[in-house]
């Protein structure tokens, strides 16, 4: 018998994709994939430009249906399904590109997230206390700041969500590496607080210091996968062409 104290997950994969194949018009870009992330769990999804990384982002969050093949949430038959009803099912995504309203102040970014029935001063008090950068922008438009902070900003609304699955697309794309290391830190303390992350990232090694799993996904296929410790020599293969 299942505890009414159990999170609704529990019991399955928060994310699972199975076979599957997807595509844009006639070119598919997605050749089987199967892909699987347990509740609190770091899986890293590793791969060069026009791996299809990106591609199974869309497909895990709606924006892209397989032509084939299951999206799984908590076990959940998920194809088709709205992205909206994905996120109340705590699904959510730091976009590449940090995904920020630039014209609207740092507060009212964080206002944007009160529609998941979290109060303001709860967003802003743990947003302020992860990333204190942010505090002292309160008043500032958002897309005046550096790129640090508004990565910054991007993961924090996200969290305000309390997600229970978080997926991060790119996380260092055009940060000075200082910041990159202090953002995988943060991701370390998301997961070490128990949320479910899939990080998709091309600096597969930073990634693999907080992944408890890797996935190395190749030409839309996946060509290995395992512990952090088992990919050195598949990420030769996928990125330096050595075998």
């Known amino acids: 018998m299942v505890s009414v104290s159990?999170?609704?997950?529990?019991?399955?994969?928060?994310?699972?994709?199975?076979?599957?194949?997807a595509g844009y018009g006639q070119i598919e870009v997605l050749h089987g994939v199967d892909l699987r992330i347990g509740a609190g769990q770091a899986v890293?999804?590793?791969?060069?430009?026009g791996a299809g990384k990106t591609s199974v982002l869309r497909v895990a969050t709606g924006l892209l249906e397989p032509t084939s093949g299951c999206v799984h949430i908590a076990g959940r038959h998920v194809n088709g399904v709205a992205t909206d009803e994905l996120a109340r099912l705590g699904i959510c995504t730091v976009p590449e590109g940090r995904g920020i309203f630039p014209n609207l102040t740092v507060a009212d970014n964080l206002r944007m997230g009160t529609y998941s029935g979290i109060?303001?001063?709860e967003i802003e008090q743990s947003a302020y206390e992860r990333f204190p950068k942010l505090a002292a922008r309160r008043n500032q438009q958002a897309g005046?700041?550096?790129?640090?902070?508004?990565q910054m900003l991007s993961l924090a609304r996200a969290l305000?969500?309390?997600?229970?699955?978080?997926?991060?697309?790119?996380?260092?794309?055009g940060l000075?590496?200082?910041?990159?290391?202090?953002?995988?830190?943060?991701v370390a303390r998301i997961v070490n607080e128990g949320t479910?992350?899939?990080?998709?990232?091309?600096?597969?090694?930073?990634?693999?210091q907080v992944a408890t799993w890797g996935i190395v996904l190749n030409n839309g296929v996946v060509e290995a996968q395992g512990s952090p410790d088992e990919l050195n020599q598949a990420l030769d293969v996928a990125?330096?062409?050595?075998?």
């Open 144 to 150: 005046t700041m550096s790129g640090g902070e508004q």
């Open 196 to 208: 479910s992350v899939l990080i998709i990232e091309q600096f597969a090694r930073k990634a693999l």
């Open 239 to 243: 990125y330096l062409g050595k075998r």
């Open 6 to 21: 159990e999170p609704w997950y529990v019991h399955e994969p928060l994310l699972e994709l199975k076979n599957v194949f």
């Open 119 to 121: 109060s303001l001063e």
């Open 160 to 173: 305000a969500t309390r997600p229970v699955l978080l997926l991060v697309d790119e996380l260092s794309m």
């Open 44 to 49: 890293a999804l590793l791969g060069a430009n």
């Open 176 to 186: 000075a590496p200082i910041i990159v290391d202090q953002l995988f830190e943060e």
